[in-house]
């Protein structure tokens, strides 16, 4: 019984741990975005280069993939339909 309790213990800390790393990337998202448009212009005054921008697109497509297996796990676990 101790070795589940410390696996679940050692993923509520992983979760823990990913959603502080989840809110400073949407945090540091955030702060780029703005900086892109300085001031309110309506022109950007900088912008990430276009490989920055599809490597993060991708790194975003793959965590949305994982959620959606996190979600069917837990919706197995709550008894829904797959």
């Given at each position: ?14 979760q823990?741990?990913?959603?502080q790393?989840?809110y ?6 955030a ?15 900088h ?26 796990a837990?919706d197995c ?5 797959v």
């Amino acid at each position: 019984m101790s070795n589940i309790k410390n696996i679940l213990q050692d993923w509520q800390d992983n979760q823990d741990q990913l959603d502080q790393a989840l809110y400073e990337a949407q945090a540091g998202m955030a702060s780029m975005t703005e900086t892109c448009w300085l001031n309110d212009d309506c022109r950007p005054f900088h912008a990430p280069d276009s490989r920055w921008l599809a490597l993060t697109r991708a790194q975003l497509a793959d965590m949305t993939a994982w959620l959606e297996e996190m979600q069917s796990a837990r919706d197995c676990i709550d008894g829904k339909s797959v």
